[in-house]
């Protein structure tokens, strides 16, 4: 009997895990995650569905926003959290490897990973797909962090021209003991780490002045953006119809993508496509599928894509004036910096940079 009564036992646990599997499955294949909701999201009982919190899916973007900045670190976003109620049971910080799988969580982009395959979500995006791209980029390149002790503010934006090593910054304490007392200088240079270098120290202040310069160089007068902004909004009318001719020709390709979904599905429940090659090629398309769609909401949303970048270039040129005459404003002007010039340099005290594309152009008619 007792045997009898085990037997009786693991056949109601095994029927009952093939249940939530099976359940699982017809989730995952109407595009619903089969768990808790993703921080921003609320699990809808009486639907089985997955809804935006409108309330903590605006305190999740606004931290994607302060991330995108490149100002924030994990813990500060961490921090972030918790001002506005999103923390642990116990009231405390979320832990900084969970704040960095939030940010990393493709979920809010409409791609649901579960186990080895990935699915297309049908749930309500509110994060722009630009923007999680942008975090990514973010904390790959924050993979192996840099010590700054001393937070220099433009530590890490040029190089040395001579032997290409990276120029580290150092306090330097000095006393004048009839006047000011002790006073401390910042000086940048090279760390000739690779071979011999002749290049000398610059003061922060000197550094600072020069990088004022190049800015300002990348402005453009507040009556010609006006106008530029004009002509940009009437651009954007005419650039409507070819964007819907965009979007029927990445819906024409979607459509495609699920018939070849289909006929592989068809393949692997006749057993004339191996698992592994069925779950491959799935995730393939599937990936393909999201992207496709992707551009559509992003034509759809924000029009042609050269007209926002034409917007943004209009808007960093019009700034630039500003941000260079501003005072005690360092980290906004190294943050501004790269936004108009790339491949910053150093040689005999004199800073240099790339202007980058439209920049160049300002650039050099400013002389």
């Known amino acids: 009997m007792l045997s009898i009564a085990f037997g009786q036992s693991k056949y109601y646990v095994d029927n009952l895990s093939e249940n939530v599997k099976r359940g699982n499955r017809q989730k995952l294949r109407k595009g619903i995650l089969p768990n808790k909701a993703p921080y921003g999201y609320i699990n809808e009982p009486r639907l089985r569905t997955i809804e935006v919190d409108p309330i903590k899916s605006r305190i999740v973007k606004k ?34 490897d969970t704040v960095k799988r939030i940010l ?48 220099f503010t433009f530590l890490g ?36 780490k690779k071979t011999h270098c002749g290049q000398i120290y610059l003061r ?27 002509r940009l909004n009437k651009e ?6 070819n964007s819907e001719n965009q979007i029927t020709k990445f819906s024409s390709e979607v459509q495609k993508i699920d018939k070849k979904l289909d006929r592989l599905l068809e393949g692997y429940l006749d057993q004339i496509v191996d698992p592994q090659i069925y779950q491959q090629k799935k995730n393939e398309l599937v990936e393909l599928k999201i992207k496709f769609k992707g551009k559509m909401a992003g034509i759809s949303k924000n029009g ?48 240099f940079c790339v202007y980058k594309q439209g920049f160049a152009a300002l650039a050099a008619g400013a002389g």
């Open 63 to 96: 931290a994607f926003e302060l991330f995108a900045e490149g100002e924030s670190s994990i813990a500060d976003i961490s921090r972030f959290f918790q001002k506005f109620g999103i923390t642990k049971y116990s009231g405390k910080m979320l832990h900084l």
């Open 204 to 230: 922060e202040e000197l550094l600072e002045q020069q990088l004022r310069a190049i800015v300002a160089k990348s402005s453009l007068p507040d009556s010609w953006a006006k106008l530029w902004l004009e």
């Open 104 to 151: 990393s969580n493709k979920f809010y982009i409409g791609i649901i990973n579960f186990g080895s395959e990935i699915y297309e979500g049908t749930h309500k995006l509110f994060l722009p797909p630009e923007l999680f791209s942008k975090v990514q980029k973010i904390i790959k390149a924050r993979e192996h962090p840099k010590n700054n002790k001393h937070n």
């Open 304 to 351: 042609s894509e050269w007209l926002g970048l034409m917007r943004e270039f209009i808007e960093v040129a019009a700034d630039a004036a500003k941000i260079a005459r501003a005072k005690h404003n360092g980290e906004e002007l190294s943050f501004f910096a790269k936004k108009v010039g790339s491949d910053y340099s150093l040689n005999d005290r004199q800073l």
């Open 236 to 241: 954007g009318t005419e650039e409507k119809a």
């Open 157 to 192: 934006l040029a190089k040395c021209s001579e032997c290409g090593c990276s120029i580290t910054a150092e306090v330097k304490h000095k006393c004048y003991p009839k006047t000011r007392g002790n006073v401390d200088y910042i000086y940048y240079r090279c760390t000739k």
